[in-house]
């Protein structure tokens, strides 16, 4: 039976990888018969762009952004009635409050919230207490909650006091089709030769700075190590940047910006590089293994240690250790991953498989 669904966002950003995964479910939801559906709850500023990228490929609406709040919480629930939505996924924390308020106002409404980061990550403005009461309300509304990964889902569980099993493991929808080509038509040319790739939004968390003292060691240790190309936009590029010529690293690291298409970067690297302080399910880490790219990880909370806990799968290092990371990049062996299950669970069309069970059953174990 088909379903209306309606992603529900606080923002939408180009190139983020929650808002990647959103797309991709869609699409691996409207290939199994189901209709569609974005709302963005801002949409100005540094989100104006995301979202009017996502306006060209899905239906998508918001509310009037110079509205006040309790204008635009009516604009909200008139839209999901007039659009007969079945089913609203929440991604990040305020969508998940936005979705509970829609749930109290319209019960038939099905309702999944997802989890995608550990409880302490710095990026969270509410203090941890709040999210854990607010996911026992969750829990109590008789939706199911979607925790990206395998501990991330026991922290939830842990957290609430009734409705645990309503707490589910769910992969991202990170692999597509779309994915491989791609990575066959680079936009951003090559480096002439060897080279180590990162990827993601340059902020605190994603731990960038760490990356540049570990490099900065390995270099010395090895300086024939190949060069080191840090993809992506944020608001400590200009900290980065400096960071690196303080460390001398100038002429052996290469800041590329944002790419719409960093796939091509990634698959022919010497190996990428994931030095992040916290993640929930590190989608451009699987991607990577997805286009049979060696992997060196910190073992930060979640994630990484469940992708790599295969043989040949990737380097796993102690989370935040500079000189651990150092060491891998200097003895860095091409490996890849042996068992296909460890990507093949994050196809969107598997994916999307597991989210129409919870659209369809409509059993809500205690």
Known sequence: MA?????LHKFFFAGGGIERVSQNL????QAQGDRCSFYVWHTQGDAAPGYQCLARQFAASSPNQSASLLTRLAQLRR????????????????????????????????????????????????????????????????????AVSKTLREQLRSAVLFGASRIQYVPNAVISDELFSLAEHATTPLPDGAYF??????????????????YA?????????PELVIVGSGELDCALKQLANQLGLAQKVRFTGFVSNPYGLMRH???????????????????AMALGCNVIA??????????????????????GDIEALADALVTNQATSVQDDSVVHQFHQSQVAQTYRQFFQEQVWRE
């Open 298 to 319: 910190f073992d930060c909370p979640t994630g990484p240690a469940e992708l790599l806990n295969q043989p040949g799968s990737g380097t796993l290092v102690n989370a």
């Open 26 to 29: 869609a699409r691996g939801l």
């Open 269 to 287: 690297a010497s190996a990428f590089i994931l030095s992040s302080r916290h993640e929930g399910m590190p989608t451009v880490m699987i991607e």
């Open 197 to 214: 790739c990162a990827v993601g939004r340059l902020v605190e968390e994603k731990g960038f700075d760490l990356l540049l003292q570990a």
């Open 79 to 146: 839209h999901i009635q007039r659009q007969r939505v079945d089913v609203l996924i929440a991604a990040t924390e305020k969508a998940n409050m936005l979705a509970f308020l829609c749930k109290l106002w319209m019960p038939s409404v099905r309702v999944i919230f997802t989890r995608h980061s550990a409880f302490d990550t710095r990026e969270q403005r509410l203090p941890v207490w709040v999210v854990k009461l607010l996911y026992n309300l969750y829990a109590l509304q008789r939706g199911t909650i979607v």
């Open 3 to 7: 379903s209306r669904v309606m992603f």
């Open 217 to 225: 060691i390995a270099l010395h240790r090895q300086p024939a190590l």
